[in-house]
């Protein structure tokens, strides 16, 4: 088992940025993270994820170049740094882990979840 928590979230400005932090404890070994959002009235989307070493990251097409994963395994913890925040950023996001060396877009190939962080943009 591994436990998820997300922070970070808050109300940012259009242009502006935030990072977003995934820290994980538990039974921690290699996996994949995913950046998963949720807007209101809206189905779950994939962000991004990164491999176990952070030497390979993906991203949605729509959200190269603003968004970048990164991780630190010594802290169990996996950054999402997101630039010039647009308004339809507005979403929940959550991280969840996959124990697995293949990647994957799909929320249904992941086997854990943290809890969500708000993140807001608006003027």
């Known amino acids: 088992q591994v436990q998820l928590v997300e922070s970070g979230g808050g109300l940012m400005q259009p242009g502006g940025s935030l990072r977003l932090t995934c820290k994980a404890s538990?039974?921690?070994?290699?996996?994949?993270v995913g950046w998963f959002r949720q807007a209101l009235g809206k189905e779950r989307e994939f962000v991004g994820r990164?491999?176990?070493?952070?030497?390979?990251?993906y991203y949605a097409d729509s959200l190269k170049g603003r968004f970048t994963i990164s991780r630190d395994n010594s802290k169990n913890t996996v950054y999402l740094q997101m630039n010039s925040l647009k308004p339809e950023d507005t979403a929940v996001y959550y991280c969840?882990?996959?124990?697995?060396?293949?990647?994957?877009?799909?929320?249904?190939?992941?086997?854990?979840w943290g809890q969500g962080t708000q993140v807001t943009v608006s003027s």
């Open positions: 538990g039974h921690t070994f290699a996996y994949i």
């Open positions: 969840a882990a996959r124990y697995s060396a293949v990647g994957t877009n799909s929320s249904a190939d992941y086997n854990y």
């Open positions: 990164i491999n176990w070493t952070g030497s390979s990251t």
